[in-house]
């Protein structure tokens, strides 16, 4: 029987005998969130950060390593969500134990300090080891591992029964469709109870468990697919500490070693719920296995600068945390957000290995309350909208959700399709998926056709096939980089539906030509606008406001001239080029701005998603708080620094495994890059950065991964200001901010705001109110940087007390001009209904002087109108009696008639009523409105 260590000294002793035995280097797990890799949602193995290495690419200062990687595996080809909870050793977040050699030892030493460390350090019973060897792949003409096989007999004392041979699929390794392979050994241990279970190998018995794969690279498969031998020979190991914890500790289930037991408590004392049995058919058990594994992954994610969100990685992260979610409301009936409560547990149980936990405890759980409280918002809604379906389904006597409920249910709800697959796989049954697909799919595209492009100028599947049938070959857009004049021929006209052969066939057209120097609408980057004048007819144009790639085919639309143009028409082109060199300007400005913002936050700002517009950019990012005044005015002046150094701006294509290599390089994650793929460097040449990819002072420089437009230099961009800073969600912020001409207006505004904000100290009453209402006019009118927003707004601030005291005494005044106005009304008026104006620049003081006329006028139906706020909004009350509103007249509907007039809202109980209007010149309109529409419902 081994000896019983905690899961802590089985991974320091792993961790020793490498170090200690065998000279390897200890080398620091990771970040699960791979920064540096746009190709992977998440880590995944411990190999992820020696890729560059296995691939020739990158050296390392060592040649053995060691650690404990972070690792999840939720998303993409390694995916183990949907088994988390059901089973005894699935996780999304596991650590994977594991020694690497780059171009040192190999089979020998590999195979010898495994069996030394289970059998002799660990005490593990030989006999329940088995142990599997590649057989061999007649497609890729590999013989069988007999070198491995031979290996394990001569230095181990294995029973060589317990040694089997399997194909490609269980004991070959490989890094992706080409590059670095090789067969492996994988180690399983049988834990049935007469330890016979030799013949449950491979077959995901829940006792016979792969916990050690040790993997021989030697291999390098090629673009043909056929496997040469390499020049370096390299180990590449990975052990679950999850699983050999297990088996260590003598227990049957990963959940029940001492990896989960304080996060398992933590979960009870927060629901209130009995202790974890371990059980497999209590909902109660599979929800403490489901919220303790998904609690564990978040945290690790998060502070690794992971967050949730609603594309790639982040809506990964989103469906965790909602199942996680689901499970606390409806299985633990826990009311309320309870996940951010298990952060401290899992911290605790986890920060010995990774001390970075324990600085972000606090953001981390905040993150994951601001999650719950939005989901929460929604859920029970969801909840019954699923069970009535459910129901509906029962009765009819099917076992399917339909297709548009699963829709509904993401989109209106927030449910992912995969929690609404697990509630109907709870109530046996299952969900209609390529039903909602094909929602989900319809509404992708419209989407991505935005409010610029019609619906009806999408190319649909079936019309991108009858092209290929017509011999329209895909469209060239390499010109988009180059020359806003150019020429092409009309190779088709879309006009919603069909094809057609002439653009007077309909009021919007779509074409399609065999080359174009327009931009199509991609990464965030708008769409080009132009004109498209026909060679043979100056005079037939086609104006352009709107240009799409559907697959290889790039789609113009827009509306042409009188004179037609049709199929075969040679064009020139001609982009609109002012237009152009603004979105040019806040594209590369944009790549400043990402780069500014990691400077200044830190390297675990992400890229959100973007706008580069002609008169905007606009920036998301993760990051957990509120940027200060101090960090938005560094990250301007690093913008700012940047264009003033006319930086050269590069953009070369480049095989994406040399691209990867760069250091500092940045990509959007979730986005699919080509190969080649371009790269944008701001400041340093391409070919230094392939020349030299691991020099680290790259990191320094901006370069992305950007199939966008940019200056030729940062200068172009003249100017930078930030205009604003807000919260889109939790650890999610959104900066706007615009160049060239529009940042030096914006600024000159600014800076003359803030100068008539310093004026106010020297001011008093009317005069002080006057100025105060200027600037606030000016702020809402005007686009001011972020920066001087907050130092206008801190300005006016020092002078609330004395605004404050101007207004009470205006009021003052306000209330006794109202008042005398409505004493006026009061006599003047008779008869059931008094509708009547008056100046006042309060709701108080208009109240004040409704209850002066239903003083006099008890039976009366009374209504004042007044403009209000300087005379820029329109306030309105109302009262009606009770003899009254029996008759038909309720003064919800009466200031509603009266706010509609002026272009506002309102409504209230039948006898007291409150509305507002936003076009005071229509006062009097209203007046007279509400007064015809009294009269006839009381006649």
Known sequence: MPRTLSAAEIRKSFIDFFTERAGHAHIPSSPVIPHDDPTLLFINAGMNQFKDVFLGLGTRDCTRAVNSQKCIRAGGKHNDLEDVGLDT????????????????????????????????????????????????????????????????????????????????????????????????????????????????????????????????????????????????????????????????????????????????????????????????????????????????????????????????????????????????????????????????????????AFPELSQQTDAVAEIIRQEEEAFLKTLQRGLQRFAAAAATADDAGEKTIAGDVAFQLHDTFGFPIDLTEVMAAERGMQVDREGYEALMETARVTSRSGDQADAGMVLPPDALGSLGSLNVHP?????????????????????????????????????????????AEQGGQVADTGLIISEAAGSATFKVDHVQRFGDYVLHRGQSSDHPLQVGDRLMLHVDESRRSRIESNHTTTHLLNHALRAVLGAEVEQRGSLVADDRLRFDFSHASAMTPEELAQVEDRIRNAIQADLVVEAREVALHEAESIAGVRAVFGERYPDPVRVVSIGAPVDELLARPLDESWNGYSIEFCGGTHLDSTAGAGNALLISEQGLAAGIRRITAVTGDAAREAHAAGTDLLEQARTMASLEGEALLSMHESINSGIEQAALGAVHRHEILSTIEQQRDRIRAARKER?????????????????????????????????????????????????????????????????????????LIARGLKAGDWVREAATACGGKGGGRPDMAQAGGRDPEKIQDAAEIASTFAHERLS
Request: proline fraction near 4%.
């Open 89 to 352: 050793y699935h996780h999304t977040f596991f650590e994977m134990l594991g020694n690497w050699s780059f171009g040192d030892y190999f089979k020998r030493e590999a195979i010898t300090w495994a069996w030394q460390l289970l059998t002799e350090v660990w005490e593990l019973d030989p006999n329940r080891l088995h142990v599997t060897v590649f057989a061999g792949d007649e497609a890729d003409g590999t013989k069988g591992d007999e070198e491995a096989e031979a290996l394990w007999l001569e230095l181990t004392d294995v029973n060589p029964d317990h040694i089997t041979r399997w194909g490609k699929k269980d004991n070959f390794w490989e890094m992706g469709a080409t590059g670095p392979c090789g067969p492996c050994s994988e180690i399983h241990y049988d834990n049935t109870p007469d330890g016979k279970g030799g013949h449950l190998v491979n077959l995901d018995h829940p006792n016979v468990i792969e916990f050690w794969n040790l993997v021989f690279i030697e291999f390098n498969r090629r673009d043909d697919g056929t496997l040469v031998p390499l020049p370096s020979k390299h180990i590449d190991t990975g052990m679950g500490l999850e699983r050999i914890a297990r088996i260590i500790q003598g227990v049957g289930s990963n959940y029940d070693t001492d990896l989960w037991t304080p996060i398992f408590e933590a979960i009870r004392t927060q629901s209130g719920v009995h202790p974890y049995g371990g059980t497999f058919d209590d909902p109660i058990d599979t929800a403490y296995r489901v919220i303790a594994d998904h609690a564990r992954c978040l945290v690790i994610a998060i502070t690794d600068g992971g967050r949730p969100g609603n594309e790639g990685r982040g809506y990964v992260l989103r469906r965790i945390l909602r199942r996680a979610v689901r499970m606390a409301s409806q299985i633990l009936q826990v009311e309320g957000p309870m996940l951010h409560a298990l952060v401290p547990a899992v911290v605790s149980e986890l920060e010995g």
């Open 811 to 883: 009021s003052s005044a306000g209330v006794a001009d109202a008042l005398a106005e409505a004493r006026t009304i009061a006599q003047e008026a008779s008869g059931p209904v008094i509708v009547g104006t008056l100046h006042c620049d309060g709701r108080d003081s208009l109240m004040s002087a409704l209850d002066l006329v239903r003083a006099k006028h008890e039976e009366s139906a009374c209504m004042l109108l007044a403009a209000t706020d300087g005379g820029t909004k329109v306030a309105i009350v109302a009262r009606v009696p009770e003899s």
């Open 475 to 519: 469209t060239n857009d390499d010109a988009k980089y180059g020359d806003p004049r150019s020429s092409a021929m009309i190779k088709a006209i879309w006009n919603g539906h069909a094809f057609c052969d002439h653009t007077t066939d309909c009021d919007q057209a779509g074409i399609v030509l065999d080359h174009t120097n327009f931009y």
